[in-house]
């Protein structure tokens, strides 16, 4: 195989890879959430709003001050990902179309239209995330009003749809930390397509063990969730009566 044909090869062949564990993480999440951190997450903080809205006069300033803690994450990585996005677009006008010498370690195709598309991908990974940090930041600003609301005490359906605006702003904001893994790989893909398919590999082990659980974990958490549920409705049959 020739050196410039190893683009053609190993770049589909790691985004393969790390897209293949991605449908098996969706897959898992839909169909046994409780198997990953991100599905035992949204039932903890689906528990979370019902306990705090129980009395949301005494915990209003709790939850106030823990979405604030959110949207200040979210700011965070908002902001990292629309500054790097700016330095690679000045970055990429400004170079010049000759082969940069640390590229020239590892083989791979040095044409200057493999060099834009590298450069893009990993500006659109950057824009993506940032779209998906802002989102995270508008469903925890919403939430922050919504969870305050003393007249919904009593309604259930109501606390339904605070505790799905909080899972959905945590969504946004994994989708976004998620863009930023993508990332890495587009960045050693400059140079070149080994360093970039050794990359997706290890990345998809390391996703792997931070995405899901052991048996230890689910059993502490279905513990603690029950327990939850359990005085939950202890005093909710409480202020009902």
């Not at 000045?90 to 040095?110: C, M, P």
């Not at 993508?182 to 960045?187: A, E, G």
């Amino acid at each position: 195989m020739e050196e410039a044909q190893l683009d053609y090869v190993l770049v589909p062949l790691g985004l393969f890879v790390f897209g293949l564990y991605h449908i098996w993480l969706l897959f898992t999440i839909h169909f046994y959430p409780r198997r990953t951190v991100i599905g035992l997450n949204a039932e903890s903080r689906h528990q979370w709003v019902f306990s705090m809205m129980t009395d949301p006069l005494k915990n209003g300033v709790l939850v106030v001050q823990t979405i604030r803690n959110n949207i200040m994450a979210s700011t965070l990585l908002a902001t990292t990902a629309i500054t790097l996005s700016s330095l690679i677009s000045v970055f990429a006008s400004s170079s010049s179309q000759s082969s940069n010498t640390s590229s020239q370690l590892v083989y791979g195709n040095k044409t200057s239209i493999v060099s834009s598309i590298k450069y893009f991908s990993i500006l659109l990974c950057f824009l993506i995330a940032f779209l998906f940090n802002v989102q995270s930041i508008r469903y925890y600003a919403h939430v922050s009003f919504l969870a305050t609301v003393p007249t919904w005490k009593d309604n259930k359906e109501s606390i339904e749809y605070v505790a799905r605006n909080l899972n959905r702003g945590s969504l946004f904001w994994s989708l976004g930390l998620r863009a930023f893994y993508v990332s890495f790989p587009l960045f050693l893909w400059i140079f070149g397509p080994i360093p970039m398919f050794v990359c997706c590999c290890i990345m998809s082990c390391i996703l792997y063990f931070l995405d899901t659980t052991s048996s230890f974990t689910q059993h502490l958490h279905s513990l603690s969730i029950r327990q939850v549920t359990k005085s939950d409705d202890v005093e909710l049959a409480a202020d009902l009566s």
